[in-house]
């Protein structure tokens, strides 16, 4: 059997409008690995509860991180990649107690960039009433966390080219 490219799991985290759903494949695809959505994961209240404009609770994301962990408690070892906002370090704790190898890949960005690609994207649940919420959630990854930080200015491609190469330049 081949070994995969990239045996980690990668989390792509990030505020609501970075691209987790379009740069995530991407990535997926220059690892050689497979994706999955993290909003997938999501139960059917959580979407109606954010589609409404209300932001969840740390109780509502329970069940969602839950299944997202073991996702990538499934693929350890074997590499993978799984869009999840993880804006917490709580949360990201809670990813790691299941599958303890996962690296994250932080998308970042000026805010009028993302709430710009928010306002012109179509078919997502997500208002960009939530972001002001996201950005006051978001606790950027800490210096013991394994995992980078990328700018999301510029193409799909070109985020995910300089994702990867960070992931590389990570010493795992």
């Known amino acids: 059997m081949n070994q995969p490219r990239f045996p980690h799991v990668?989390?792509?985290?990030?505020?609501?409008?970075?691209?987790?759903?379009?740069?995530?494949?991407?990535?997926?695809?220059?690892?050689?690995?497979?994706?999955?959505?993290?909003?997938?994961?999501?139960?059917?209240?959580?979407?109606?509860?954010?589609?409404?404009?209300?932001?969840?609770?740390?109780e509502d994301r329970r069940p969602w991180l839950d299944a997202i962990g073991r996702w990538a408690h499934e693929r350890a070892g074997l590499?993978?990649?799984?869009?999840?906002?993880?804006?917490?370090?709580?949360?990201?704790?809670?990813?790691?107690?299941?599958?303890?190898?996962?690296?994250?890949?932080?998308?970042?960005?000026?805010?009028?960039?993302?709430?710009?690609?928010?306002?012109?994207?179509?078919?997502?649940f997500m208002p960009t009433a939530l972001l002001d919420s996201q950005f006051a959630t978001l606790q950027p990854l800490e210096a013991d966390e394994a995992g980078v930080a990328v700018d999301v200015s510029g193409s799909p491609e070109e985020i995910a080219e300089r994702a990867v190469t960070a992931l590389h330049g990570l010493n795992r």
């Open 79 to 124: 590499g993978g990649v799984v869009s999840c906002s993880a804006l917490k370090r709580s949360y990201r704790d809670r990813l790691r107690a299941s599958a303890p190898g996962v690296v994250f890949v932080h998308l970042t960005g000026d805010r009028a960039l993302i709430e710009d690609r928010m306002a012109h994207r179509q078919g997502h």
């Open 10 to 58: 990668v989390v792509v985290m990030g505020v609501a409008g970075t691209g987790k759903t379009t740069v995530g494949p991407r990535v997926a695809d220059r690892l050689g690995v497979p994706y999955a959505e993290g909003d997938d994961f999501h139960p059917e209240a959580n979407i109606a509860k954010m589609s409404a404009g209300t932001p969840l609770t740390d």
